[in-house]
């Protein structure tokens, strides 16, 4: 396809809430000329009257690794898969955690995420370890706290919520009618309402999911959508780094020009949310790394992921000075710009 049949205007993407179902499979499909000449210049725009020159840094630890009961087709730490390399430990201790945070503070982050991998955490001793850790953070470092524990009871978000937790984040994975093709162990339902008792318990959601996982581009756009349904505060996007051992460890469904149109459209879909370019980046955009700001990210993850290495945080420092953006802390409400 080489000429768009829609004229995109980013401030009347902005007034009207975002683009359609089939303006964003035009994103997709469209040509690399089009992409760039009359795309990408529009998501970025987007970005820009939602967050300005300012876009945020979060981080987080594998407080907890391995040993899963999940059989999540994407995931190394699944119990179900042999020869995945993945460290298995159990979680852990407050202490060690705080000392991660501080680590992420020290070097940039601006938001510190406690992931664990399991169905969900629900040990007493387990949630007392989290609540000591999260209590220091607070204390001692100005980074926003989040958590990634799986699906959760609410009487146990309570609790990390009332020391200070703002954030919760829980993926979607991919798109409801793919899900059953990459998670069988529990329902693409079991997520959403992971969501909505957080939701009801006022923490700020962090949902998004992994790409290139074998799903149609019918199915990209349809996740966009099921995630402006679930209305997170922020999205974090993963594109698949296949893991030795896994059932998607041969795939490879991602170029670097796929990843920076999947970035573009889920702004345009959803143009006031936070947007997170996370795990999969460096293998996947390659040099396209540096236009994934341009393409609508409003943020990125610095170091390490739960079972892979990332990117220098002394790389992604240099390139935020080198766009003249701003780091600042991330889930701001985003203001209407002047005019609209």
């Known amino acids: 396809m080489n000429n768009l049949p829609f004229n995109f205007n980013a401030e009347q993407i902005y007034k009207n809430g975002g683009v359609t179902t089939e303006e964003a499979l035009t994103i997709l499909n469209c040509s690399e000329e089009d992409y760039f000449t009359k795309v990408l210049p529009v998501a970025k725009q987007l970005r820009e009257i939602a ?86 953070i607070h204390e001692e470092t100005d980074l926003e706290s989040c958590a990634s524990l799986g699906l959760m009871k609410s009487e146990d978000l ?52 992994i790409l290139g996982m074998g799903e149609s581009t019918d199915q990209r756009v349809e996740f966009a959508f099921n995630l402006k349904e679930i209305d997170p505060d922020s999205i974090p996007l993963n594109f698949l780094n296949p893991r030795p051992g896994t059932p998607l460890a041969d ?56 079972t892979t290495q990332g990117r220098s945080p002394e790389d992604d420092l240099t390139l935020i000075k080198k766009l003249g953006l701003e780091v600042v802390s991330p889930h701001r409400s985003p203001n209407s710009p002047q005019g609209l």
């Open 51 to 136: 967050f300005g020159n300012k876009i945020s840094f979060c981080s987080i630890t594998n407080a907890k690794s391995g040993a899963c009961v999940e059989t999540c087709k994407f995931c190394a730490q699944s119990a179900s898969y042999k020869g995945t390399q993945a460290p298995v430990y159990g979680l852990k201790s407050a202490e060690q955690i705080v000392a991660d945070a501080k680590e992420a503070d020290k070097f940039g982050a601006t938001e510190f995420s406690i992931v664990a991998s399991g169905r969900g955490m629900t040990k007493p001793k387990e949630i007392d370890t989290l609540v000591e850790a999260l209590k220091k």
């Open 251 to 306: 795939l490879h469904d991602l170029t670097p020009l796929d990843c920076l149109k999947i970035i573009s459209m889920v702004r345009m879909v959803l143009p006031n949310k936070e947007l997170f370019v996370c795990g999969g980046r460096e293998v996947n955009m390659k040099e396209m790394q540096e236009k994934m700001f341009d393409a609508g990210a409003s943020g990125t993850m610095l170091g390490n992921y739960l």
């Open 158 to 209: 309570k609790r990390l919520r009332d020391v200070g937790m703002v954030n919760y984040h829980h993926n979607i994975e991919t798109s409801r009618s793919y899900f059953p093709n990459i998670v069988t162990s529990h329902t693409f339902d079991d997520e959403v309402q992971s969501l909505k008792n957080a939701k009801e318990l006022g923490f700020q959601i962090c949902c998004g999911g």
